[in-house]
């Protein structure tokens, strides 16, 4: 597997070189993770893992701002259909007690 940077996969998801990169195998082990060893050329991929979880957090913000919208709007209006929900239960029961009655006063009449 080749490490160098045109063939990471960043680039094979049209999203610029904001993503995580193909994990280079070269064997040396820094003291904080990264992506391609430090010692390899120029060509040679290389990216701090801390900088690529920054770079993915940042491009999803915008994403977790809309969804947060989107789910403030359906709360509001699942409010809203709550509140019209309940005001035709009032009504139902306004009107089943003006039958209740009606029928009552249509028993007292027969009897």
């Known amino acids: 597997m080749s490490c160098k940077f045109g063939q990471s996969n960043c680039e094979n998801r049209g999203r610029g070189c904001h993503d995580f990169p193909r994990k280079c195998h070269c064997g040396l082990d820094p003291e904080r993770p990264y992506f391609r060893c430090p010692t390899r050329g120029d060509e040679h991929l290389f990216k701090w893992v ?62």
Not at 95 to 100: H, L, P
């Open 50 to 111: 801390e900088e690529v979880v920054y770079e993915e957090v940042i491009e999803a913000l915008p994403k977790i701002s809309i969804i947060n919208n989107e789910i403030s709007n359906a709360r509001s209006e699942v409010a809203v259909e709550i509140d019209g929900l309940k005001t035709q239960i009032e009504e139902l029961k306004e009107d089943a007690m003006f039958s209740k009655r009606e029928l009552n006063k249509w028993k007292l009449m027969i009897l």
